[in-house]
């Protein structure tokens, strides 16, 4: 029948034999046909290979690869039975050796069972299996999970297998999560925190994304573009009815009253000195202070390791050295410095520019101090260069108090006007617990997370810049409705409209396709 269809085409054209546009006439209808018997054969021959797009069920190692007790490996998409009823062999199946395969294994249950290749039958390991029949699973698809022993050649073996299997694919990095956002699953807020979560190195990291993935932060933004959609409503009335009859006096004053609430709890979530993305992030911590202070054998201490290099020569450190860190249960990015001092060395000249540069980009700065060089005249005398980057808020270690005898913290926080100065040793220990718990102390109370006023202190909302470039433009959004005067209704309702859709594309629940590639980029494969 098709090969008729074609030859009809081509004698047609061969008849007219006419113009181009004629040959590209019967061209098009001939691919047409060709399109029609490939989906035919399709059909016929199940070895026909499927296009990516066409193989809707996907597979991945959904734990980390190497040696360990147990390893999952997931299988999502339409396709998710098939994958068990060829490779899956539950032990009640081979204890009945004429029962055929389980096509419908009973959901969300473990079941012990043989994981067999699916062309030989060959037993690959023992192990378990569940079944989540969607939408009662993470993709809302139909999910297979097997879990295996963790192993580079049962990986491999059953990774290899799956592959065999015509109408799988593997994963694509984050499509597991991505389908549970298309899903309805999760929404972006509850992507990145599910990833945040995964990331998370100490507690405060853990307990935000925690929050986060289960959907607190996708409430408050909720709230907040249902606040805008009421405004909306208000002022759609009035552009359908007027102020009349039909609708109360004061209905355009009644929108911007709740607006300008609005607009104030934007402002002041977007006055946080970016808490939320700091802490998610790292604090970013610079060590600085002149040559030979002790600034390496700091960074050592808070490592608890010989991280730095550190000699008697002044002008050892010349590169930044950065490290991430858990002080007091933040998260710190820790960077040691070169000592700063005016040199002729092309080398250490550059490492002072950047610890200059280091200085400038960083949360908190931290300057520490060699007491004995302090003090050496008998009055204290700090280099002008070291003294111009000393600000309130810098945390002051007075170094080497092993070498002198009396305590200088006083007159020196004073001459400096700084709020936090410890007087240690790092070589013999003293003042350093002090310090550490101290210094802990100080960055909670900075970031607001004294553990004693947490449940007090509103947590952060903004985590991420991409939060925060939305709420921005919802701000100016709502300011321009504000501006708005009552005659223009149409064009503030337009203004709310915009305000609404910033915050949405916050969530994800509307007009997204931009921002989901940037999201999901960061995912590893098998989440
Ligand atoms: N006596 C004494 N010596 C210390 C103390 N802390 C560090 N030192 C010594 O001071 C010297 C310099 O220490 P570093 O940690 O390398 O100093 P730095 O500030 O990193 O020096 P640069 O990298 O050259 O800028 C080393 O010999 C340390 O052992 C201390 O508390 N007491
Ligand atoms: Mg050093």
Known sequence: MIVHRLARHFTAFRKSKRSFSILSRHLDAASTVFASAARLERVEDPELVLSDAQRRTIYALSTPPGKAGVAVIRVSGPDALRVW??????NSDARSKDKARETDP?????HRCKIIHPESGESLDDGLAVFFRGPKSFTTEDVVEMHIHSGRAIIASILSALSRLSFCRPAERGEFTRR??????????????LKDLIDAETESQRKAALKAAGGTTRARFESMRDEIIKCLALVEALIDFGEGEEIEKGVYELARKRALVL??????????NRRGEILRSGIRLAI??????????????LAQREAAIVTPVPGTTRDILELSLDIGGLPVIVADTAGLRHTDDVVEKIGVERARQTIDK??????????PELTLSGTI?????????ISEDTILLLNKADLVSASHINAISKLLGVKHTWQVSLTSGEGTQAFLEGFGRALQERYDMLQERVSEIEE?????????AHLESASKFLQAFLDTPAEDVVFGAEELRYAAQAIGKISGLIDVEDVLDAVFRDFCIGK
């Open 85 to 90: 009823s060829c490779m899956v062999m539950a």
């Open 106 to 110: 009973e959901p969300w249950k473990m």
């Open 180 to 193: 549970a956002f298309e899903g309805g699953r999760l929404d972006l807020t509850q992507v990145e925190g």
């Open 263 to 272: 607009y104030h709890t934007i402002q002041h979530h977007l006055s946080d």
């Open 288 to 301: 600085f202070g002149p040559p030979n202070a002790g600034k390496s054998s700091l960074l050592n201490f």
């Open 362 to 371: 960083s949360d908190v700065s931290l300057c520490v101090l060699s007491l």
């Open 381 to 389: 005398h700090i280099p002008p260069a070291i003294s111009s980057l």
């Open 460 to 468: 952060p909302l903004i985590t991420h810049s991409r939060h925060r």
